[in-house]
């Protein structure tokens, strides 16, 4: 496996003539922040699908449970069975409800994995930017 190296040279200009210097590897540590990043990003993704999967079948299910006691309710005359196709049809709503929360809560994990994922090269790329536009004015300082 071959991890490009580059390494910046930190020095202690004050004490040139002991000047210390040290090599630090910026681009091994941005891939394995980056590596570290995109897995993280990966098992918020695969969890919230998982999540999402789950919910949507609550939600499915809630549904088909909401639909089929107000068609009891509708259809029957019989306090005993009205009370009890009431009782169940408020605990649907109330599932219902539950597994909206649930898939709307995915949804928001599924976009901030997305943006883990998208905003981790894109932060490191700002900084190669940063750090290229410092070395340059700093080289035409020294140079002037």
Request: some cysteine.
């Amino acid at each position: 496996m071959g991890v490009p190296v580059t390494c910046s040279v930190i020095k202690e200009w004050h004490s040139v003539p002991s000047a210390q210097v040290l090599p630090v590897s910026k681009d091994l540590g941005k891939q394995l922040v980056g590596d570290a990043a995109d897995k993280a990003a990966d098992h918020m993704l695969e969890q919230a699908a998982a999540s999402q999967t789950l919910h949507q079948k609550m939600f499915d299910k809630a549904l088909r449970g909401i639909d089929h006691y107000s068609r009891m309710l509708a259809q029957t005359a019989r306090q005993k069975v009205r009370n009890k196709a009431m009782k169940k049809l408020g605990e649907k709503i109330t599932q219902h409800g539950v597994a909206e929360q649930g898939l709307h809560q995915a949804g928001r994990v599924i976009q901030a994995g997305r943006a883990v994922k998208t905003g981790v090269p894109i932060i490191f790329a700002a900084w190669d930017i940063l750090d290229a536009f410092s070395d340059s004015s700093e080289t035409m300082q020294s140079v002037r």
